[in-house]
């Protein structure tokens, strides 16, 4: 399996007047070509921020402070954290090599152009196509992406779009360049349930035709479940477990993935709202806990140790990682347990 995109040790930091927040807080992890990665979490583990670091669209009182985001090309490599954020360089990469599929479809789009202009703006920002070649192309994509009558679709504007039709639309564009790498956050909250199903087949369907790699940031395990080859479990910006999709959902290991699984509706009994399976909510952005960031929910807390020192990312089965004092060297806890006592 070859290597797209290699993230090493990524810092994100917001700045305000109560201080610095860390979004991003030390993430490692890989994307593979043509694979489908899901990252998964609650809102406020860092999720977003990863992708808008990627993309080097983090808000403008973010930054990357630390980290390298190695993005495999053919004949080179690039860190796109080097890169001018308003550069030519990275806005040739975005579209081109990495798109992006937004929460809110509104968002992806302007309102005064039609989808056809936008969509044939991309094309034609990265490809040596004419007018015409660019609108039948944008024409395909949408026939694609199951848009209904696309010779007439093309011609509307997002507002006049049900919610449905223009997340259909806002996928062609983020398609409209063959990315390498298609990021979609949240893909399917702003949609009902029937929709919800046909993106996610859609989604699916198109990244296994188009060879592309395709990272889905979800609250929601179930859709993860459904789309992904492996999962990256993240919490306040840190990556506590990953793992290949069926080894994660048969044999989670970190208290926070454990909780997460049980808060899954199971199948036939329909969507609820979320279940609060897990005790407490996520702490205030200032109020990173010391030690383990997990450790003032955890069930499996281990005193003046998960509180004290960070775990170590291990390796429990292959391609198998997790970051918890429950599967490290026991050497660490021993010692800080006479430390205690003395
Ligand atoms: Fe829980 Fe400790 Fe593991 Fe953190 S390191 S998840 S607090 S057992
Ligand atoms: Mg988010």
Not at 203 to 215: D, I, N, R, V, Y
Request: glycine letters at 8%; one cysteine or more.
């Amino acid at each position: 399996d070859s290597i797209l995109l290699e993230v090493r040790n990524l810092h994100t930091r917001f700045f305000s007047r109560e201080g610095a927040l860390a979004a991003v807080d030390g993430l490692s992890f890989n994307v593979r070509r043509g694979e489908a990665l899901g990252i998964a979490g609650e809102s406020g583990c860092g999720k977003s921020v990863t992708a808008q670091s990627i993309l080097r669209i983090v808000p403008r009182h973010g930054k990357i402070v630390d980290g390298e985001i190695l993005l495999h090309q053919d004949d080179k490599i690039v860190d796109l954290v080097r890169l001018d954020w308003k550069g030519r360089e990275i806005r040739d990469i975005r579209g081109r090599v990495i798109s992006m599929v937004f929460q809110e479809p509104m968002a992806g789009f302007s309102m005064a152009y039609t989808i056809g202009n936008q969509i044939m703006e991309v094309i034609q920002l990265h490809q040596r196509v004419n007018r015409q070649e660019a609108r039948q192309r944008a024409i395909e994509i949408l026939r694609r992406v199951g848009m209904p009558k696309p010779e007439q679709a093309i011609d509307a504007y997002p507002f006049a779009l049900s919610g449905g039709m223009r997340q259909r639309a806002m996928i062609a564009m983020a398609l409209a360049c063959t990315p390498s790498l298609l990021i979609a956050d949240e893909p399917t909250t702003a949609v009902d349930v029937t929709i919800q199903a046909q993106v996610l087949q859609l989604m699916k369907e198109l990244q296994e035709e188009m060879g592309m790699a395709l990272m889905v940031i979800t609250h929601d395990l179930a859709v993860i479940s459904e789309l992904c080859d492996r999962v990256m479990v993240m919490y306040l910006g840190k990556d506590v477990e990953s793992a290949p999709a069926g080894e994660l959902f048969r044999n989670p290991k970190h208290p926070y993935t454990v909780g997460l699984l049980r808060s899954v509706p199971r199948l036939g009994e329909g969507k609820t709202q979320e279940i609060q399976a897990i005790e407490g909510s996520v702490p205030g952005p200032y109020a990173r806990p010391t030690g383990c960031p997990f450790h003032p929910r955890c069930p499996e807390f281990i005193p003046h140790v998960c509180d004290v020192i960070p775990p170590p990312q291990v390796e429990v089965a292959p391609d198998h990682r997790v970051r918890c004092h429950l599967y490290a060297d026991v050497q660490p806890q021993q010692e800080a347990r006479m430390v205690a006592q003395n």
